[in-house]
């Protein structure tokens, strides 16, 4: 189940820091691939900043 949070969707049930040793291991692992798709995610938007800039200061060179 998703939670909105000021405009944001949150996988619910996932706080960063929290205590891990109740979680099994089918879930700890789903927990891994939804945080590595985000962090892919994040990763591909900071490239296509860091290209768009690239660009800018280009073209104001």
């Known amino acids: 189940m998703d939670i909105e949070e000021d405009g ?32 892919a995610r994040i990763r591909a938007e900071i490239d296509i900043k860091h290209s768009s800039r690239a660009a800018a200061d280009e073209f104001f060179k």
């Open 8 to 39: 944001v969707k949150i996988q619910a049930g996932i706080v960063i820091g929290e205590d891990l040793a109740m979680i099994s291991i089918e879930e700890l692992e789903k927990r891994i691939a939804l945080l590595e798709s985000e962090i």
